[in-house]
């Protein structure tokens, strides 16, 4: 079984900064793409960023310029830095990870980002 773990979420002003990270433990050979969704009240769940285990990044429009997604092969981690953080960065971030062997995506349960003042 694989476990993914998110930690670093909570409250914040606008035009301040958080820092997520991921951890992925349990049995597999690597992990592949790793990356950072969210989701807010009453909408679908939508990509922030993903990033390759070549360290490839993509990124939302609508968080370009403001955050970065990092990760660490030999820890098995992804983090996200987010800055100039707007009260619709509010959500629960959830982190995402793609093993090899096995082949399977596994999802973090979640963590609580509030960008209010």
């Known amino acids: 079984q694989v476990q993914v773990v998110e930690s670093g979420g909570g409250l914040v002003q606008p035009g301040g900064s958080l820092r997520l990270s991921c951890v992925a433990s349990?049995?597999?050979?690597?992990?592949?793409?790793m990356g950072w969704y969210r989701q807010a009240p009453g909408k679908e769940r939508e990509l922030v960023a993903s990033i390759t285990r070549g360290s490839t990044t993509n990124y939302a429009d609508s968080v370009k310029g403001r955050f970065i997604i990092s990760r660490d092969n030999g820890k098995n981690t992804v983090y996200l830095q987010m800055n100039s953080l707007k009260p619709e960065d509010t959500a629960v971030y959830y982190c995402?990870?793609?093993?090899?062997?096995?082949?399977?995506?596994?999802w973090g349960q979640g963590t609580q980002v509030t960008v209010s003042s």
């Open positions: 349990g049995r597999f050979a690597s992990i592949n793409d």
């Open positions: 995402h990870v793609y093993t090899v062997v096995p082949f399977k995506d596994f």
